[in-house]
């Protein structure tokens, strides 16, 4: 008996791994932009760190139910830990975003503590009080990170000692794809896994889940570290690729913007936060062009009738294009994971 059901879950695992037509038609559209957008290739470049900033969120907000405001605090402390790296003479870009993934998953690590203890209002103010105390001391430690007048001096290096930054974007942006086509490809396989699935069962009823003797605490404490190193890549690629870090990666509308575009996209699925970042910077584009002084008022009124209309309508219109996908999850409807040990998950 027992066998059989961990066959079941087995098979229902490998049905959700499996990538379906749009998610690779998705990913070869990305690509494809390299070669037939050159001249929106700094633009893009932003979208990726957005995007790659958005799926660190959605790791703790969409799969473990860990609401957050300050998640900046993660992606400026990677920005100033890669640009203060470049700047002392170590401009290797992947040993940046190693110290950067590092540096943000220590502080992820200990502040998780804080974090997870009380309701979803404390975990807000607190991730909102550790954002906000960061920027205090980037500002006061003007010695090390510039103050307001930001860092500066950066200088990187050719990535694997062969691809010189450029300055219309070419590089960067391929570079920031790649590492967040990596990333993706990591998160992918982890909310997949066993370990995914007992994140989601803590996100509905972590007294049930705690009951059945999943360690509650520690998972999401692993989540939680996890999407703090995910952040503090995107704000090293940040860094790294416009060589300048100032106050503003630590800023509240840095963590106001990646709610923003997980609003847009949709939580839970992984592309949401990419979708968002694309319909995100592509609408902030166009309308500051078309009206530079109030294109924060249209975005916010967008955001309004989005909610309104029901996003979760528009973004189940999106996944049921993907042939795959609905046919897993009429599958999955069909036939539910069955009930398991919690030593067997």
Do not use: C
């Amino acid at each position: 008996m027992q066998s059989n059901t961990a066959d079941n879950v087995r098979a229902a695992l490998g049905r959700r791994g499996r990538w379906g037509w749009g998610e690779i038609a998705f990913w070869l559209m990305a690509a494809a932009t390299l070669f037939f957008l050159p001249e929106r290739h700094l633009i893009l470049n932003e979208v990726a760190i957005i995007g790659l900033f958005a799926l660190s969120l959605d790791l703790i907000l969409g799969y473990a139910g860990i609401v957050s405001l300050g998640h900046a605090a993660f992606f400026g402390l990677g920005a100033y830990a890669a640009g203060i790296l470049a700047r002392n003479g170590i401009g290797d870009p992947l040993v940046g975003l190693a110290v950067a993934a590092l540096a943000a998953a220590i502080l992820g690590f200990v502040t998780s503590f804080l974090v997870l203890r009380g309701s979803d209002l404390t975990k807000l103010m607190v991730t909102l009080g550790v954002a906000l105390v960061l920027g205090e001391l980037a500002n006061q430690m003007s010695w090390l990170t510039g103050g307001a007048d930001g860092l500066q001096g950066i200088s990187m290096g050719p990535i694997l000692g062969l691809f010189e930054f450029d300055i219309f974007g070419t590089v960067a942006y391929t570079y920031s794809l790649v590492v967040t086509f990596v990333l993706f490809v990591l998160a992918r396989r982890i909310v997949v896994s066993p370990y995914g699935l007992s994140l989601r069962s803590i996100r509905d009823n972590p007294l049930r889940a705690r009951a059945v003797g999943i360690p509650v605490n520690r998972r999401l404490v692993a989540i939680y570290t996890l999407a703090a190193a995910y952040a503090g890549i995107a704000g090293a690629l940040l860094a790294q690729t416009t060589q300048f870090v100032s106050l503003d990666v630590l800023a509240f509308h840095r963590s106001a913007d990646v709610m923003l575009v997980l609003v847009i996209g949709g939580v839970g699925y992984l592309y949401g936060g990419l979708i968002g970042a694309v319909f995100f910077k592509v609408l902030q584009d166009v309308l500051s062009a078309w009206t530079p002084q109030y294109w924060q008022f249209w975005i916010g009124l967008i955001l309004v009738l989005l909610v309104l209309a029901g996003r979760e309508r528009l973004t189940d219109r999106i996944r049921a294009l993907w042939p795959r996908s609905r046919r897993s999850l009429v599958a999955d409807a069909s036939q539910p994971l069955p009930t398991t040990k919690a030593r067997e998950v």
